[in-house]
């Protein structure tokens, strides 16, 4: 239990559908991320918000859509995906610079 | 820029024998914390360890330890008698401090498969 939850864990969605990814921290962190983990790829970070503001966004495709309603909740909604963005998505959050990252198990996402 | 190298894409061992990780980094910082992570197949990252660029001790937890040497830009992980569940994947990171900022921008290495084998 690392205090990051997300959900759904997997999900399959065609290349027209609309989903939306959760992750949910109840730490009392003021970063949360997005990471992208693709097969024999090194996390890639995606976006992050720092005190509920998107302070990093780097040059993700805008089928990619962040959202964070507060503190404790960060939405990644997507549409229009392609095979390509098929991988697994993590969500952390951290207290403060330097300090350690708390991650979700992520959500492993295929594109059919 | 900042960047991390895991030269290991994968490592097999067979249990008890002792394993070293190697991690090489680049920063034109002065002031930076490099991390290990373990990725076990449930997928969520571990925290193992994080280290501050001042802080040259190397570190001994249980049968993991680490060896950071600023001279050598390199931050190895060291896993004494192997065991079955130290199989995952192994991550170093680096993170700048970025003046003004209050987060992370962590780089991961593109991380090393260890397999131990019973």
């Known amino acids: 239990e690392t205090g990051v939850t997300q959900t759904p864990r997997h999900l399959v969605m065609g290349m027209t559908n609309k989903k939306s990814l959760k992750c949910e921290q109840h730490?009392?962190?003021?970063?949360m991320y997005w990471y992208k983990q693709s097969a024999k790829k090194p996390l890639e970070l995606m976006f992050v918000?720092?005190?509920?503001?998107?302070?990093e966004n780097n040059s993700v495709p805008s089928r990619f859509s962040p959202e964070c309603p507060n503190s404790s909740h960060l939405f990644l909604h997507l549409h229009t995906l392609q095979p390509e963005d098929s991988a697994l998505y993590l969500c952390?959050?951290?207290?403060?610079?330097?300090?350690?990252?708390?991650f979700g198990q992520g959500t492993r996402l295929t594109v059919v | 820029a900042q960047k991390v190298t895991q030269a290991q894409t994968e490592i097999s061992v067979v249990e008890k024998e002792d394993v070293t990780l190697d991690c090489v980094y680049e920063t034109r910082d002065t002031t930076y914390y490099l991390f290990w992570y373990k990725q076990p197949p449930s997928g969520e990252l571990v925290f193992l360890i994080r280290r501050n660029s001042f802080d040259e001790q190397n570190e001994i937890s249980g049968r993991y330890s680490w060896n950071f040497q600023k001279s050598t830009s390199s931050f190895n992980f060291t896993i004494t008698a192997s065991q079955v569940v130290d199989s995952a994947v192994y991550f170093c990171a680096l993170s700048e401090v970025e003046g003004g900022t209050s987060y992370d921008k962590v780089i991961f290495g593109p991380g090393t498969s260890l397999s131990v084998i019973p």
């Open positions: 730490l009392g962190h003021n970063a």
């Open positions: 918000y720092s005190l509920e503001e998107r302070v």
């Open positions: 952390a959050s951290s207290q403060e610079r330097g300090r350690r990252a708390f």
